[in-house]
């Protein structure tokens, strides 16, 4: 099993910065895969960043060249540094990880951006 525990969200204006934590349960090494993804209300749950064991990370479309996903393997930490916030990057935002054929995911952090 893996337990996820995410933090870092809050109330921002845009064109600031905030930084997700998740800290996970178990060695990032003995975990295939890690995402962050969110959801805005009434809109499917998103992928924003995620990697692969041995990949380099991908970021879809709206968030590349904002946000950045990081590893602190010694914390068993994943971080997505978020800069340049606009209001439509509010959404709950969740970790996840596959390991196996299971897929684990944190309780969410809630991000607003204000215009």
């Known amino acids: 099993q893996v337990q996820l525990v995410e933090s870092g969200g809050g109330l921002v204006q845009a064109g600031g910065s905030l930084r997700l934590s998740c800290v996970a349960s178990?060695?990032?090494?003995?975990?295939?895969?890690m995402g962050w993804y969110r959801q805005a209300p009434g809109k499917q749950r998103e992928l924003v960043a995620g990697?692969?064991?041995?990949?380099?990370?991908k970021y879809s479309d709206s968030v590349k060249g904002r946000f950045t996903m990081s590893r602190d393997n010694a914390k068993n930490t994943v971080y997505l540094q978020m800069n340049s916030l606009k209001p439509e990057d509010t959404a709950v935002y969740y970790c996840?990880?596959?390991?196996?054929?299971?897929?684990?995911w944190g309780q969410g952090t809630q991000v607003t951006v204000s215009s």
């Open positions: 996840n990880a596959l390991r196996g054929a299971t897929d684990y």
């Open positions: 178990r060695s990032i090494f003995s975990i295939n895969a």
């Open positions: 990697f692969t064991t041995g990949s380099s990370t």
